[in-house]
């Protein structure tokens, strides 16, 4: 069982590596798009479903509270998972789940930040449609090849994909990419003397 156990902590820590390796340019220009996009006034909507809503939802937290350091807060919040946002819709619609709270609540300017663990979850795709038809940039979150969502981005979005097949090795690397994004983003808005 001990072998076992080691062995999960080893290929989390070679995922964590590549992903490092893969990702470091990707996650420096999100982080300027984030900061730049937060500089101009505007917020950060984020979405992810199921396991990643919970990321989507750390993240908009990090960005209001604070990660590490104490400061202002940051305007951001997380799409709702609740189907009450399309009560009264006809069934087979809950795909629009995230793309009838976009229209609702972005403005032009804001930034779209979407979590999917394979690239192809149908909320998630509807999310970024939405978005880039009110000209959001979106920075996508993604795994594996991307998914039908890495053919959905333009030249000014940013797709950090990390370099794994396993939902496992995914997530965690996005939780850790979140903290890296929030940590830069904090370095570029709020620069502290060493």
Do not use: W
């Not at 340019?25 to 984030?34: D, K, S, T």
């Not at 709702?80 to 709270?101: C, D, I, K, M, Y």
């Not at 998630?124 to 991307?146: M, Q």
């Amino acid at each position: 069982m001990q072998e076992s156990i080691k062995a999960i902590f080893t290929e989390s820590i070679q995922a964590q590596i590549a992903a490092g390796e893969a990702v470091a340019e990707q996650l420096e220009a999100a982080a300027y798009v984030i900061s730049q996009t937060l500089i101009n006034g505007n917020k950060l909507i984020c979405c992810g479903v199921p396991s990643s809503h919970m990321l989507a939802e750390h993240f908009a937290s990090l960005l209001i509270n604070f990660y590490e350091t104490e400061r202002p807060c940051l305007p951001a919040l997380t799409l709702s998972q609740s189907n009450v946002n399309l009560s009264g819709q006809a069934p087979g619609t809950h795909h629009e789940l995230f793309a009838r709270q976009i229209r609702a609540v972005a403005q032009e300017g804001d930034l779209l930040f979407a979590i999917a663990v394979n690239g192809n979850e149908k909320e998630v795709i509807s999310a970024v449609e939405s978005a880039l038809t009110k000209d959001l940039k979106v920075i996508a979150l993604t795994g594996n090849d991307g998914g039908e969502l890495t053919g959905l981005l333009g030249p000014n979005d940013v797709e950090i994909r990390m370099p794994s097949k396993r939902a496992s090795r995914i997530l965690e690397s996005h939780l850790f990419t979140i903290h890296c994004l929030s940590q830069l983003i904090d370095n570029i808005l709020f620069p502290q003397d060493d």
